[in-house]
């Protein structure tokens, strides 16, 4: 079995969506040539990336370092499995259901320079898949926020970290990063950093089909539990078994059920940054 293909860069990414773009901005998709293997298309739309590019259902801010996804609250009570799903698909357990398409928010954090990583997965150890080893996700570390009227502050529009609106569920579980475990402030959700994993890119374009980003399928934006092809995920492998969970919607500070609101990505780390910035630590 050979692992799915991932693609590193903006560069490949923006090939691989040239068309979608070109329709969303009302350019010709049909009889243009095709742009050279490695290559990106001349056609693509241009953006003056110094201030923001714009994706259905996102905007990309290059000077304030943040992808805005337009999102609506779909939950506010119960148990949670995701942060952020795609309209249709896990709206019973994720905070809010974003608009755009997952390998668009992928096309995003790649233009600000995020590194992408891989879900967590298993790889076989020889070609007849008889030894495999579990691979532990990893990818650049994003910062998550929810863009909300604050009562406390005549209704001005302020940024909160996901946490605030994550609290430890009554009916316990597993799920805790291991080094927050034991936490004085055990009731809330231990962090708001999570990773770009980067979903996976199924097939070749030849035998194996056509290529899919799997998160465009199943909807899995930003999840605490573990799927293996979700977009943004918590470091570690998390259970999505039943009674495994052990985190809940915290309502306080989280508008009424269907209400528009701003989801912010924030990567950490800047594009000149050299550290290794793929392991975030864990803010209360």
């Keep these: 079995m050979r692992l799915p293909s991932i693609f590193p860069n903006a560069l490949a990414f923006l090939t691989l969506i040239a068309a979608p ?7 010709p998709a049909e009889g243009s040539t095709g742009p050279a ?17 714009k994706l259905p259902g996102l905007v990309v801010n290059k000077e304030d370092r943040c ?11 119960g148990p949670l499995e995701l942060i952020a799903c795609t309209r249709g698909t896990k709206e019973h357990e994720s905070i809010v259901a ?8 992928h096309t995003a954090l790649l233009l600000l320079g995020v590194q992408a990583g891989n879900p967590a997965m ?7 898949g008889t030894r495999w080893i579990d691979v ?10 929810l863009v909300v009227k604050d009562k406390d502050k005549d209704g001005k529009t302020v940024e909160r970290p996901i946490s605030d609106f994550i609290k430890h569920s009554d009916h316990g579980g597993q799920g805790m990063p291991a080094d927050n475990k034991g936490d004085k402030d055990a009731d ?3 962090t708001h950093t999570f990773l770009f994993a980067g979903s996976i890119l199924h097939g ?8 899919r980003y799997l998160c465009d399928q199943s909807g899995h934006v930003i999840s605490i539990a573990t799927f293996g092809d979700e977009v943004l995920c918590l470091p570690e492998v998390h259970s999505s078994e039943n009674g495994a969970l052990m985190w809940s919607i915290e309502p306080t500070h989280l508008p009424a059920l269907g209400s528009k609101i701003i989801l912010r990505l924030r990567p950490q780390a800047k594009p000149a940054d050299k550290g290794d910035k793929e392991t975030p630590e864990h803010q209360p």
């Design 98 to 105: 974003v608009e755009a398409k997952p390998i668009h928010i």
């Design 136 to 145: 532990p996700p990893r990818g650049g570390a994003v910062d998550v926020f």
């Design 67 to 77: 992808v805005d996804l337009d999102a609506t609250v779909c939950l506010r009570r």
């Design 204 to 211: 070749d374009g030849e035998g194996e089909g056509p290529r």
């Design 188 to 190: 809330r959700f231990p």
């Design 37 to 53: 293997e490695g290559q990106a298309s001349s056609n693509l739309p241009q953006a003056n990336l110094a201030k923001e590019f």
């Design 122 to 128: 298993r790889k076989p150890l020889d070609e007849k």
């Design 21 to 27: 773009l070109q329709s969303a901005h009302g350019q």
